[in-house]
């Protein structure tokens, strides 16, 4: 029995390693609320960062890292769910631009994947002007994808 167990769990660990954390979606809907859950995290942590570099909350580098490393997992989960057929329609703000575009939106999401993961990195540093710098780059990322994705 022991090994039976074993070597499921072993089945499953696989499965997740090869196929990564995507998420997998019954209908449209699903998808559409998984993506915009995800944004609602992302503009949060995102905002709480925003108050430190306009200098309107206080610089406490710890709990600054700590939301950058956040913004930077939340990068990566929202665009499986926004190529979902049909999920342009609905409750929702998806441009059908996204299909239209498929390469130019997950470049889009690659650079802002790329953008989020050098936040995070450079908030580890000394830099606050290069941590501003990058939380500007960032902010252009958003805008980047919601004009030609979004209605
Ligand atoms: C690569 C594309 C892309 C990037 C980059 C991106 N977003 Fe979005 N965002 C979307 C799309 C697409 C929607 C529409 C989701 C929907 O309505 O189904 C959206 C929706 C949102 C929403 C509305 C969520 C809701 O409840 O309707 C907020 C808030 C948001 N984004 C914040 C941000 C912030 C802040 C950033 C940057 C830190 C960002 N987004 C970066 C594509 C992107």
Same mark, same amino acid.
């Given at each position: ?21 995507? +998420?997998? /979606?019954? &209908?449209? =809907? #699903?998808?559409? @609320?998984?993506?915009? $859950?995800?944004?609602?995290?992302? *503009? ?52 059908? +631009?996204? /299909?239209? &575009?498929? =390469? #130019?939106?997950? @470049?889009?999401?690659? $650079?802002?994947?790329?953008?989020? *993961? ?34």
């Amino acid at each position: 029995m022991k090994t039976l167990a074993q070597a499921m769990v072993m089945v499953v660990v696989g499965t997740l390693i090869a196929g990564g954390a995507l +998420a997998q /979606f019954a &209908k449209p =809907e #699903d998808a559409i @609320k998984y993506r915009k $859950s995800v944004m609602v995290l992302i *503009a949060q942590h995102f905002k709480s960062m925003g108050a430190v570099v306009q200098g309107k909350a206080e610089y406490d580098q710890q709990a600054f890292v700590a939301n950058a490393e956040v913004v930077k997992m939340l990068a990566t989960l929202p665009w499986e769910a926004s190529l979902e057929p049909g999920s342009d329609k609905g409750d929702t703000t998806l441009s059908p +631009a996204v /299909f239209d &575009k498929r =390469e #130019d939106f997950e @470049k889009t999401a690659r $650079s802002f994947e790329t953008a989020t *993961a050098k936040l995070a990195e450079t908030a580890k540093g000394s830099d606050f002007d290069a941590v501003k710098a990058q939380f500007g780059e960032v902010a252009k990322s958003c805008k980047g994808c919601h004009k030609p994705f979004r209605k």
